[in-house]
């Protein structure tokens, strides 16, 4: 289902762009030319050469051998069993017995409706403990019998031609320092570098119908670009952007990878048909290596809770969400259920601990950026008090929880290097028609984890937007009654004159701004104030000592900020869901425009992603202490390679002129006769060109200063 702006982003694509029916004519690519896509014919070779047409049999071994009283009551607990993983096609569960010793056999044939259940029930089969002595083997029927057909002999495999690994860090040797976006319009994606010396992107890679989904997406550390086509997705990656791997989902519609970048899935939202549910199919991959680790499908009704429920009763995306990485290179992938929480860990992607989490009433959870936390939210159930827990992962320890009571709505924000949690609690008034909001702020870092509550002056005021300052203590938030003009406050975790951490100090506020959401930058310090979808209005702070105001603009209906990851610019942009004025602004981190680019249809801008600096912090205190001794050579540097690029760019603009001259000099000859020609045929009536024209000297005199200077007389 598209949302109304999205179905303005949309307009004038082929009908049911991007997910939808529509006549594929309408987005063929062009002949001979498959762009990188594998085509479905190219799918159906691939499946032919290593499926038997009997990939949706699992064949179940080690099942106990019992006869033929038992055997009735041993079916039924296998068909409880093996339903319980997917749907059993009609008389699919084939439980053969010994005609000779009238013992089951001890395996068992199950047919399933198609290839995706098949594979989630092998995994949830192999291994299964039916009892002490009972432990399942499962196995596709497909993989049963490419291991029949291997030789009893070794035969050594062909070896394939030595083929250069791409560098996939290429980009983060620019010696120019120059980070690398990617930008989306019409049917067009590029990649370009953020050149703003020379004031206009340098492009590095370009492609049209690169993706059939309006958004482009980066993995979380820039490694690899994210497409999205009917067949699957595609990452690619390294100085050409060549295809790293693609990963095969029938209907792609979203992807997520883990923070890690070893995990993705791929998500894709199935309609309803008829009076069934809305359905939805999700794989998960290992991205190294191309294998499909599961695939989850079902009704959406078993997932769509609380925050995860649309309004049309489906599922909001992203229900399953993915957890940082731990020390030992494990993520997590967590999902909402009725009154629970489940749990799983990748690679294996079992349940944790073989059971969901109990949790009475979830409405929302939220994992930690920097940890394997969760943050839970639980509602009201009786006289039971709203709940807000934390919960560690893989050991399921409740590491922290809170009490709420007439609770109306919850919000989580996490810091961006885990360090805090903001909880923003809205709370019915004692006549339940009106509400007051307030902070419940966690402080991960310290012995406990401490609870810190804020209350606003004013508790007629609402709490719009909240922004944790990146590696920092303090936070930024818009309140106020009116929602046209709100306030703007800073405070910190951390008291300004002592330096001790705990507590909330309040640090400065400002009055009747035109502001709907609040931006820092990446490395802190800086604060931009921006009013989205209103009037464009920017505002920058320089938060370092006392808050000051050091910059100011306007894009008119900006829809999207993004800082790049460096902090030195930021970019404001205009996308398609506006009908005019498409494109992006780029501006220096303290609000001064830099340049500007206008593109029809502009569907998004996305920053490439930086890794972790590798540096200690006391390496980087070290650098920043004596950034002057370090500026002087870079400086230089950075005029040697503007030089070189000045000079390139004026030896192409010479050959382009010197190319001009011989064009129109090979034409002279041409030119001339075409003149005789036409004041033959004009006779009297022709006029020579420059006669046609009348050229006078005007002298026009302007007053560029005046300024008054006493002279006293000597």
């Not at 949830?124 to 083997?137: E, P, S, V």
């Not at 309006?214 to 295809?243: C, E, K, N």
């Not at 294998?291 to 959406?300: A, I, M, N, Y």
């Amino acid at each position: 289902m598209l949302s109304v702006e999205e179905e303005k982003m949309f307009e004038g694509q082929p009908r049911g762009f991007p997910f939808g029916d529509f006549d594929i004519a309408d987005v063929m690519l062009p002949d001979g030319d498959t762009m990188g896509i594998p085509s479905d014919d190219e799918e159906e070779e691939e499946l032919i050469e290593t499926e038997t047409g009997f990939g949706h049999i699992v064949v179940v071994d080690n099942i106990p051998q019992v006869g033929a009283e038992k055997y009735d009551k041993l079916t039924k607990i296998l068909s409880k069993i093996f339903s319980a993983s997917g749907t059993i096609a009609e008389n699919g569960l084939n439980h053969p017995v010994d005609q000779s010793t009238g013992l089951s056999k001890g395996f068992a044939f199950v047919e399933y409706e198609n290839h995706d259940q098949a594979r989630t029930a092998r995994m949830a089969l192999d291994g299964y403990q039916l009892d002490k002595n009972h432990r399942f083997i499962a196995i596709l029927f497909d993989d049963l019998e490419r291991l029949n057909d291997v030789p009893d002999e070794y035969q050594e495999p062909p070896q394939k031609p030595y083929e250069p690994a791409t560098d996939l860090y290429n980009w983060m040797g620019d010696r120019r320092g120059r980070d690398q976006f990617a930008v989306r319009y019409g049917d067009e994606t590029e990649v370009l570098f953020n050149d703003v010396a020379q004031q206009n992107p340098q492009k590095v890679k370009d492609r049209s119908f690169w993706t059939e989904a309006p958004f482009i997406q980066w993995s979380p550390q820039g490694t690899y670009l994210a497409t999205v086509h009917m067949q699957g997705v595609a990452i690619w990656g390294g100085d050409d952007f060549r295809r790293i791997r693609r990963f095969s989902h029938k209907n792609a519609q979203r992807l997520a990878f883990s923070e890690c970048e070893k995990f993705v899935y791929i998500y894709t939202d199935i309609p309803p048909e008829g009076r069934q549910p809305p359905r939805f199919a999700l794989s998960v991959y290992e991205v190294t290596t191309g294998r499909k680790l599961r695939v989850f499908e079902g009704s959406q009704e078993d997932h769509a809770v609380g925050a995860a429920r649309r309004p049309d009763g489906g599922m909001a995306y992203p229900a399953f969400k993915w957890s940082s990485s731990t020390d030992e290179g494990h993520a997590f992938l967590a999902v909402m259920r009725k009154n629970a929480i489940s749990i799983y860990q990748a690679p294996e992607m079992t349940l944790l601990d073989k059971k969901s989490i109990k949790a009475d009433g979830i409405q929302s959870f939220e994992w930690s950026p920097a940890d394997p936390i969760l943050c839970a939210y639980q509602e009201e159930q009786g006289n039971l008090p709203a709940r807000v827990v934390l919960i560690r992962s893989p050991d399921r320890e409740e590491v922290r929880a809170k009490n709420l009571f007439s609770v109306a709505d919850v919000r989580m924000a996490w810091h961006p290097q885990g360090d805090y949690l903001a909880v923003r609690v809205e709370k019915w008034t004692k006549t339940k028609k009106s509400t007051t909001t307030n902070l419940e702020l966690f402080s991960m870092r310290e012995k406990n984890i401490p609870v810190d509550m804020l209350e606003l002056p004013n508790k007629s005021e609402k709490i719009s937007g909240l922004a944790w300052e990146p590696h920092g203590n303090r936070f930024a938030l818009i309140h106020g009654s009116d929602p046209q003009r709100p306030s703007v406050s800073l405070y910190s975790m951390k008291d300004p004159k002592s330096g001790a951490l705990g507590g909330v100090h309040h640090i400065h506020t400002v009055h009747n701004r035109s502001v709907s959401s609040l931006h820092w930058s990446p490395k802190g310090r800086f604060l931009l104030l921006a009013g989205l979808k209103q009037n464009g209005k920017l505002e920058w702070w320089d938060t370092h000592d006392e808050v000051s105001v050091v910059g100011a603009g306007e894009h008119l209906m900006a829809t999207e900020v993004a800082w790049d990851p460096s902090g030195r610019y930021v970019v404001t942009s205009v996308t398609a869901v506006n009908q005019m004025e498409n494109g992006y602004q780029v501006w220096s981190f303290c609000g001064q425009p830099l340049y500007k680019v206008s593109k029809d249809r502009f569907f998004g801008f996305v920053w490439r992603p930086r890794p972790e600096c590798l540096l200690s912090k006391e390496k980087q205190k070290e650098i920043s202490k004596n950034l002057k001794k370090y500026s002087k050579r870079f400086e230089e540097e950075d005029e040697k390679l503007l030089a070189a690029v000045d000079s390139e760019l004026l030896a192409e603009r010479e050959k382009m002129l010197s190319e001009w001259n011989s064009w129109k000099e090979s034409r002279a000859e041409w030119a001339e006769k075409q003149k005789e020609g036409i004041k033959q045929l004009l006779g009297s009536k022709w006029v020579a060109p420059e006669e046609e024209y009348i050229v006078q000297e005007v002298e026009v005199s302007a007053i560029v200063d005046v300024r008054e200077q006493k002279v006293e007389s000597q």
